[in-house]
Nanobody
């Protein structure tokens, strides 16, 4: 059973930074695609960034140039560095693992950006 645990969320002023972490259990982390999604109140969950097993990266247009996704396979952890945060970045951020058509989600971490 894969378990994903996010951390690093919090309250920050606009223009500030946060770094999210997602620690994964299991032995297949290095060959899984990892992603960060977010969901604001009343909105659908949306992709923020993803990174494949061969480090191919994809970002939502709204975060390009501000957010950076990375992974450390030795620590089974994926990160999301968020800079120049805006109030519209507010939401619950979820970590997602995809491997061989099996999808796992973390419990989410709240990010609130005040104006």
């Amino acid at each position: 059973q894969v378990r994903l645990v996010e951390s690093g969320g919090g309250l920050v002023q606009a223009g500030g930074s946060l770094r999210l972490s997602c620690a994964a259990s299991g032995s297949t982390f290095s060959i899984a695609t990892m992603g960060w999604y977010r969901q604001a109140p009343g909105n659908q969950r949306e992709l923020v960034a993803s990174i494949t097993s061969n480090f191919r990266i994809n970002y939502a247009d709204s975060v390009k140039g501000r957010f950076t996704i990375s992974r450390d396979n030795a620590k089974n952890t994926v990160y999301l560095q968020m800079n120049s945060l805006k109030p519209e970045d507010t939401g619950v951020y979820y970590c997602k693992r995809t491997f061989s058509q099996i999808v796992n989600w973390g419990q989410g971490t709240q990010v609130t950006v005040s104006s």
